[in-house]
């Protein structure tokens, strides 16, 4: 598990890292009402509580800009969290102290999972729940956590999605909505410049949560949407929208829509498939635009390409025409527009932007190489 570099901003305010804990069984699409259960726990002898159940209970809402809102839109209404709820402030058995390792650098999730939810399990019948929200009144370790586990809970025993918030990480919305992606199931994005960190993709919240995010004066840094191919590892684009390419030829004048748009008619992912590859590896293709709400910062119009290898950790990695890629994937070589062109390696397929509508980019596709002169293979 990697960490985030130090990002800063506010007033001092220092988030260190976001994490997964154990991901969630991959392979099954996440659908229908998402109900999660939010505990707030104090540590013994710390009686402070940074935010009110109210607070807990708007985050969690459909209002525009809350977390019921944000899934539901991002899912295209596939999913919501309609019957979650907020309990607490519980005080915990232990200070936090006792949760951490001798070092300091690490703590005890699991003994913090269980006496969280063992404070509030004469208020909670947690089998009417998917997914288990820990909130704390201190920081953690280095992070903020998301993942799940395989437990028995009320004499059920299944997977629970958890989460483990610090506070930075619930006075933020965007923190807490990358956390609960890793209990859906979703790794972390990245991007191609090879260095080991997979926060600097400003494309999905599953990678850089905080850069090109709306903010909002009581809710803090905003969630952007998740990139196309979390969407689709979650079962969420439907086979009507999706194109996928696995033959040579030339494909010309699609019209792909922004990721984010719901109930239209058009493409919103194209799958490339290499030759010669296995299958767990290709390219997915989204166009991006700026509209009001969680995707208004986003750093341009664009047309994004991610390579996919789903045998790594994290699986979609943004491309980049620059050479080096670029630290962080905001930056010109990351976007492509009208006029612009990428060559995958080895001219396994070329894209070229050649139009925009008011709701995406269109595109012309060449799958196979572009340099073959004789048709009997001698070049």
């Known amino acids: 598990m990697e960490s985030e570099s130090p990002f800063a901003f506010g007033a001092g305010l220092v988030v260190d890292a976001m994490r997964a804990a154990d991901p969630a069984p991959a392979g099954d699409a996440v659908t229908g009402s998402q109900p999660w259960v939010t505990l707030l726990c104090r540590f013994a002898g710390n009686a402070t509580e940074p935010k009110t159940v109210g607070y807990f209970e708007e985050l969690m809402s459909d209002d ?17 969290i309609v019957g979650s709820i907020v309990r607490g402030w519980y005080e915990l058995p232990h200070d936090r102290a006792y949760y951490l390792s001798d070092d300091g650098n690490s703590i005890d999730l699991w003994a913090l999972f269980d006496d969280c939810t063992g404070v509030a399990d004469a208020d909670v019948d947690f089998r009417e729940f998917v997914g288990i929200n820990t909130m ?9 956590w998301g993942g799940g586990q395989w437990t028995t809970l009320d004499g059920e025993s299944r ?25 859906f199931g979703l790794p972390h994005a990245n991007n191609s410049d090879g260095d080991g960190d997979p926060y600097d993709n400003p494309w999905d919240v599953m990678s850089a949560a905080w850069n090109n995010a709306p903010w909002d004066g009581t809710f803090g840094w ?3 949407h998740i990139g196309i191919w979390s969407r689709d590892h979650l079962g969420w ?14 494909y010309a004048n699609i019209l792909l829509d922004r990721a984010g ?11 490339v498939t290499l030759d010669g590859e296995p299958t767990t590896r290709y390219y997915v293709i989204e166009s991006r635009k700026r509209v009001p709400g969680y995707e208004s910062q986003l750093a341009g119009d664009a047309v994004i390409i991610h390579e996919v290898d789903t045998t790594r950790s994290e699986p979609a990695w943004s491309v980049d025409a620059d050479i080096p890629p670029a630290d962080v994937a905001d930056n010109p070589g990351s976007m492509f527009t009208v006029g612009e062109s990428w060559t995958a390696p080895g001219d396994a397929f070329r894209v070229d932007v050649v139009g925009s509508s008011g709701n995406g980019f269109v595109l012309d596709i060449r799958r196979g190489r572009g340099d073959v002169i004789f048709a009997d293979g001698f070049e």
């Open 136 to 144: 704390y009144n201190d920081d953690l370790d280095c992070c903020a």
């Open 222 to 224: 905003q969630p952007k």
């Open 64 to 80: 525009e800009g809350r977390l019921d809102h944000y899934w539901r839109e991002v899912s295209y209404g596939k999913i919501d």
């Open 237 to 250: 684009v439907d086979e009507a929208r999706t194109l996928v390419l696995d033959s040579d030829g030339e």
């Open 159 to 183: 997977w629970w999605y958890i989460t483990w918030e610090p506070p930075w990480g619930y006075e933020h919305e965007a923190p807490l909505a990358h956390e609960m992606g890793h209990g």
């Open 261 to 271: 748009l719901a109930d239209s008619p058009n493409l919103q992912l194209i799958r």
